[in-house]
């Protein structure tokens, strides 16, 4: 099963859109998939459903900065590559995706119970919520490789 599988697979069965990612990369980051699985608890719905940056989006950028983001403090180079990385996925995910933000993606208010049923209900939810999470992990697992810890 593929990361994006796995990530999809985790988020149908209620993780929510970062747990999803989080927990599917964990190794990758450096953590136990319990303690991703807190990491990213509050991440969903555009972190604390805010709807702003989709949280399957933020925990990609999460797994990046744990897997790559181990310099010092007086490592400018290096504190910039990763940060740099980190928007090229950033951007990498609203290009393919169409947006970064959760409200964008969504076009609807999760806040407002009646319109997030309506939304459930239509399988318009699922629909966006499963693209993001499963391109996220496409994309993430691309870096990944293409970006491995330096010795």
Known sequence: MSKSEQALSLFRKGYNCAQ???????????????????????????????????????????????RLGRYQPEDKERKNDVAYLVGQFVSECRKELGSANCHELLRID???????????????????????????????????????IEG
């Open 110 to 148: 999760i806040n407002n119970l009646r319109l997030k049923k309506q939304a459930a209900d239509s399988g318009h939810l699922a629909s966006v919520c499963d693209n993001a999470v499963s391109k996220s992990a496409e994309i993430l697992e691309r870096f990944l490789t293409e970006n491995p």
């Open 20 to 66: 999803a990612i989080l927990v599917t990369f964990s190794n990758e980051a450096g953590v136990d998939a319990g303690m991703a699985f807190s990491i990213a608890s509050g991440l969903g719905g555009g972190v604390g459903q805010t709807q702003n940056i989709c949280g399957a989006i933020n925990a990609g950028a999460i797994v990046l900065s744990m």
